[in-house]
Structure formats: structure tokens, C-alpha cells
């Protein structure tokens, strides 16, 4: 009698064990090797977060400005391992967007899984690469409102800057530095499309010294990349708004001497362990 | 004894069996019928629909009869409808600028047309007052930052139909069609102010134009002429810099610039009175191209009457502030200064905005007859 007491309690008990449903998290790795990666961006002019909407700065030409806007990609961000192994950031998106009016857009918390360990540096694409960067591919606000016409190019703005400077006379321009694929023309008459033979891909590779770092399993590493914007108007050349004016999209010479400046715009900031 | 047993472990079991979690089904009191709508190619896919208020068959249709019915208004002697102003033939704006209410009021501002309006999610209005994520958005009493509060604008405005909703819901309780039609709706015959202003909301939404010839251009469907071309490249290059106001599919960024047409900026309802940026003195949205040829007068306050007036604005007539947005970069010279060659390719391009489909389309007009 109290064997079967026994033997009913224990079929009790298993009935219990197994009627209810689990859930099972699919997404938890058995063993987790990997990190996360979230970075963030911001934008200094001559050391000082930016100000904006007012002609307070002073270029390497001497030119008064103001920044208005800020907006850009960065693509194919890569991480490069002490061994060797790159991690290129592509499982999610590989084009980032970041705009300073949206402060959404100055984090990004990376999708990929890094694998843990030592990293000499980072590098990244400033802009989108020639293979990835096609009309339409981005339909929805905020992106899509870096369209790049298709007779200029196609594709996106890699970068908007819009400001105001002071010309010789100290009157207020306004300006808009802008860079994306150029043209070349037949001759000097940039305002003829028809006569465009050729696009040049005005996109570049960002090397970012000091950008060594460290990723321990399950930790988010911050890494704050720097946008040094007085850079863009100098180094190797002094960007005078008096000369070029206020438009590039149309003149390769000065998106060229805004590419040839940019390599050395972005520096790197902190990089922390995320504490939440 | 035996049966005993058994018949406990049965008991048990059932009771295990019932007692475990299940997943919650929402029983929902009708069955409307979905309704998704087909984006068309190259548009956004981010659709501002609010998560209270999803599109459904029933809902669409109750809006269209609501929105040209002019007993909305609630007053027993006087008919006025959203469709009085909003008139299709001119992509849902009035044609003559700006709206004249019951009381004889105008319209702070022209008319908006309703085109396009579900791929919007940077606000309404000519200054972006109803944005629901806006830090800036606070109406007190209206439902959410949609078009849902424009509806609700609409009854309420003096420069409008200068009514209220009790009345205008009352109305509609008593015509003997409209409570049915609310039941398959939203699942209840009592008609509620909230539930006219979704039905409209969610008609309005419906409205997407796509079918013009530019478009069946970019669709390989038909070519565009040498001066219409001509036009297209100076809309989107820096010969007449449209495209960094006027640009994407929908012909708007939906972002609000001050475009240099004045230099004193006293205007209560300009985007400076939502955002107090300075900078925002003199801004309104950039509104949609498309139909342009039909949605005149020009201009927050209709100072344009016709296209060339426009071109030529934006050609020799720019005026210099300190507001003046930085995409206007020919501010100091006064303008883009085309010549008249291209000023004309330059409007015969936006001719080809105009989608004749759009404002014709049956399941967008008045309804034969109404309940």
C-alpha cells in the first residue's frame, strides 16, 4: 500500500515535469567566446564639441565659419586581430549613417558577434565603396535624403557639411561641403552634364591610430571615434572657401582636396568597457 | 479501488494540462478585414501608421464617406467636409491657396495637398506641429501626433469648420448608416470622435500618388523629352539645386527651410514657434513637387501665383537673412540665375510630376451618394 502511494506521488510529479511548455532561447550560444562592439561618434572643431548654427570658427585659411549641419557613412568598418584574422562588420548593416541633429545616429551598437581578444586597429570606409553605394538602396528617412543624383553619379552623399562663412568682404555665404563621386568633364564647363566622360569614386580608407584595444568574452567595449572637423580644411591643403566657393559637387579638384584632407580627420577617443 | 487510481491520474493530468501557461489569443469583438498597402517602387517602406489605428478595409471606406460628408460639421445649418477644401482635382488641396472655414476665416496658411502622406514621419503641417515623437509635439486632447489630430484640427478650427466633436459625433450617431458602418469598423456602433478621426486618418493614408509620367519614366514605360530631360538635370544638379529640398521619390525631404523669400520674420506659425531655434525663423516644410502643377498658389502664404513666378524666384529673387538655410548657396547672388531656356526645361520637368491617375482615381472621390 505505501509502495503504491509512493509510485503514485512520483508519476504525479512527473506529469508536472513534462505537461508544461518550455520555452527554449534559441538565441543563447552554448558558449559565448564573442563580445560586442558599440560605437560612438563625436564631433569636435579645434578640440571643443561642435557648436552649431553660428559663424564662430576660423579655418586654415583664415576663413570665418559655421557648421549647420553634419551628416555621413561609414562603411565596411574593419577590426584587425593581433593574430592576423580581420573582422569586417557586415551581419547586420556595413553602411552607418551618423547626423548630428539625430541623436539616435551618433551610437551604434554593433549586430556582429566579435570574437574576443587582442586587436592592434580599426579601420574604416569613409563614404560607401563604388560596389555598394547604388541609387535607391536607401528609401527611408534619414538616409534617403543623401541621394546623390543619378547624373552626377548616382548613389549617395558620402558627406554633408552645410554652414555659413564670411567672405572678403564679411558677408555671410552659406556652403554646402559636400562630397560623393565626382565628374569628370570635357572641358571646363562643369555646368554641362552632357559633357561628363568620366566618375570618380571619391571615397577613402580611414586608419585610425591608437585604436588598439582589447574585447574580454561577453563584454561591449565603447569606442568613440572623433570627427576633428577643422581637418576637413586643412592638412595636406588649406581649404579656402573664397576660391572654391560654395558648392563641390560639381568640381572634382576641390572633392579631391577634400578627400586628400580627410584621412587624418578621425581620431579615436575613449574606448571603455560598456558597465550597465 | 483500481478505478479510483486512474481516474485520479486522469484528473491530475487534466488539471496539468489546463493550469500550464498557454499563449494569450486577443479576442477581437469584429473581424475587419486588413488592408496592406502596396508600396510602390522605390517609395519608403517606413509607413507612419500609428499601432492604435492599422489600416482595415472597413476603416478606409467608413473614412471616404466621412471625409466628403459635409454633415460632419455637426451644424444644422451649414455643410462643410474635410472634401469642401480638399478637393481631389487638385491633389486634395482647394486650388485658390488658402482654406475658408464656416466663420469666413482663412487658413493661417495655404493648403497642404493630402498626397503621399503615410510616408511622412517628419511631421505635418507647413511647420510640423503634429509630430508624435517631435520633443516639441503637445496638443492638449488630441490623439497621438498623426493625421488622426489633423482630423480632429479640422472640426475644431475657427479658420475651419469652427465646430466641436460632441456635435459632430452626434450627428453622425443619428444617420442610420453610419453605426453599422463604425461597428465593422472598430466593433461598436457608438459612434466616438476618436473613431471618425481614425476612419479619416486611415483613408487619407490611402491617398499615394505614383503613376506620372515621371515615374512611368523611371519604370522604362515611357521617355521623356530632350527639354524634359534638360529639366531633370537642372532640378538635380547645382544649375538649379532643387533636389537637396525637393529631392527622394517623394519629391520632399519633408524638412522645413527658410528658402530666402523674406527678410523680416514675423510669422507665429513658422517653424521657429514649434522648435524656439532661432535658426528655425522663417522655416516651413518643403512641401512635395508631385502634382505641383495643380496646387497653386505658391508658397506657405500663396505669394506665387504660377509656376514661372516660382522659377523665377528661385532664379533672381532670393533674399538675404541670416536665416537663409544653407542649402540656398546662391543666396548672394540672388539666385541660381538661369536663363530663360532653362527656366522653361526646368517646369517642363515638374509638368511631369503631375499623376492625372491620382486625381481621377474612383476609390479616392466622393461617394456616389451619401448614407
Not at chain 1, 504525479?12 to 560605437?39: H, Q, R, V, Y
Not at chain 1, 560612438?40 to 583664415?62: C, E, R, W
Not at chain 2, 491530475?12 to 494569450?24: G, H, P, T
Not at chain 2, 524634359?228 to 544638379?237: D, H, L, R, S, V
Request: charged letters at 20%; hydrophobic letters at 35%.
Amino acid at each position: 500500500m505505501k509502495m503504491k502511494k509512493q509510485i503514485h506521488i512520483i508519476l504525479i510529479f512527473f506529469i508536472f515535469l513534462f505537461a508544461c511548455k518550455k520555452e527554449i532561447n534559441e538565441d543563447t550560444p552554448l558558449t559565448k567566446e564573442t563580445g560586442k562592439i558599440k560605437f560612438k561618434f563625436t564631433h569636435l572643431i579645434d578640440g571643443i564639441p561642435l557648436q552649431k548654427d553660428s559663424i564662430m570658427y576660423v579655418n586654415a585659411a583664415g576663413n570665418s565659419y559655421g557648421v549647420f549641419d553634419v551628416m555621413y557613412f561609414v562603411s565596411d568598418v574593419t577590426l584587425y586581430k593581433s593574430d592576423g584574422s580581420i573582422k569586417l562588420i557586415n551581419e547586420w548593416k556595413d553602411i552607418n549613417y551618423v547626423d548630428v541633429d539625430i541623436p539616435s545616429t551618433l551610437t551604434w551598437d554593433v549586430y556582429d558577434e566579435i570574437p574576443a581578444g587582442e586587436y592592434d586597429s580599426i579601420t574604416f570606409v569613409f563614404g560607401i565603396p563604388t560596389e555598394k553605394n547604388k541609387s535607391f538602396m536607401f528609401v527611408n528617412y534619414p538616409e534617403v535624403n543623401m541621394m546623390w543624383p543619378d547624373v552626377l553619379g548616382g548613389g549617395y552623399h558620402y558627406m554633408m557639411i552645410n554652414g555659413k562663412w564670411k567672405d572678403s568682404s564679411g558677408i555671410a555665404n552659406n556652403f554646402d561641403f559636400h562630397l560623393g563621386i565626382g565628374q569628370l568633364y570635357h572641358s571646363n564647363a562643369t555646368d554641362c552634364i552632357d559633357s561628363i566622360y568620366a566618375f570618380v569614386q571619391n571615397y577613402f580608407t580611414v586608419s585610425l591610430p591608437g585604436s588598439s584595444f582589447t574585447l574580454l568574452k561577453s563584454e561591449t567595449k565603447e569606442i568613440e571615434i572623433v570627427m576633428n572637423i577643422e581637418s576637413w580644411f586643412k592638412t595636406p591643403h588649406n581649404f579656402d572657401f573664397n576660391y572654391w566657393g560654395a558648392n563641390i559637387m560639381q568640381l572634382q579638384p576641390a572633392m579631391q582636396v577634400v578627400k586628400e584632407n580627410g584621412y587624418d580627420v578621425f581620431t579615436i577617443g575613449k574606448i571603455n568597457k560598456e558597465y550597465k | 479501488m483500481k478505478k479510483v487510481g486512474i481516474y485520479s491520474y486522469l484528473c491530475v493530468f487534466l488539471i496539468c494540462l489546463c493550469s500550464c501557461k498557454k499563449e494569450k489569443t486577443i479576442d477581437f469583438p469584429t473581424d475587419p478585414t486588413p488592408y496592406t498597402i502596396v508600396i510602390p517602387k522605390f517609395f519608403p517602406t517606413n509607413l507612419n501608421i500609428p499601432s492604435d489605428n492599422p489600416m482595415t478595409v472597413e476603416g478606409i471606406e467608413l473614412g471616404r464617406y466621412l471625409f466628403y460628408d459635409g454633415r460632419l460639421c455637426g451644424k444644422k445649418d451649414t455643410l462643410m467636409s474635410c472634401g469642401t477644401c480638399h478637393n481631389p482635382s487638385f491633389s486634395f488641396e482647394n486650388g485658390t491657396g488658402f482654406g475658408i472655414g464656416t466663420t469666413g476665416i482663412p487658413s493661417p496658411h495655404v493648403m497642404l495637398p493630402l498626397i503621399n502622406l503615410v510616408f511622412n514621419t517628419q511631421g505635418y503641417l507647413w511647420n510640423g506641429k503634429v509630430e508624435k515623437n517631435s520633443p516639441f509635439y503637445s496638443i492638449p486632447g488630441a490623439y497621438g501626433g498623426n493625421l488622426e489630430d489633423l482630423c480632429w484640427m479640422g472640426v475644431y478650427a475657427p479658420h475651419e469648420m469652427n465646430s466641436d466633436t460632441n456635435k459632430a459625433k452626434a450627428t453622425i450617431q443619428n444617420i442610420p448608416m453610419y453605426p453599422p458602418m463604425f461597428k465593422k469598423a472598430f466593433g461598436s456602433e457608438e459612434v466616438t470622435f476618436k473613431n471618425i478621426s481614425k476612419a479619416i486618418a486611415q483613408f487619407i493614408r490611402t491617398l499615394i500618388s505614383s503613376n506620372s509620367k515621371f515615374d512611368k519614366y523611371l519604370r522604362g514605360e515611357v521617355n521623356l523629352t530632350i527639354d524634359e530631360m534638360n529639366g531633370y538635370a537642372y532640378f538635380n544638379t547645382e544649375e538649379a539645386d532643387c533636389f537637396h529640398c525637393h529631392g527622394t521619390i517623394l519629391f520632399t525631404t519633408n524638412g522645413y527651410y527658410n528658402n530666402a523669400k523674406d527678410t523680416i520674420f514675423n510669422d507665429t506659425r513658422d517653424r521657429y514657434a514649434v522648435t524656439l531655434n532661432p535658426m528655425d525663423r522663417g522655416a516651413y516644410k518643403a512641401p512635395t513637387l508631385r502634382n505641383i502643377a495643380l496646387t497653386g498658389p505658391y508658397m506657405h502664404d500663396g505669394r506665387f501665383k504660377t509656376l514661372d513666378e516660382v522659377i523665377d524666384f528661385y532664379s533672381e529673387g532670393l533674399m538675404w537673412s541670416a536665416y537663409a538655410d544653407p542649402f540656398m548657396t546662391y543666396l548672394n547672388d540672388g539666385g541660381v540665375q538661369l536663363n530663360p531656356k532653362q527656366k522653361a526645361d526646368l517646369k517642363a520637368f515638374l509638368l511631369t510630376l503631375t499623376d492625372s491617375s491620382f486625381i481621377s482615381n474612383p476609390a479616392f472621390s466622393k461617394p456616389i451618394t451619401l448614407p
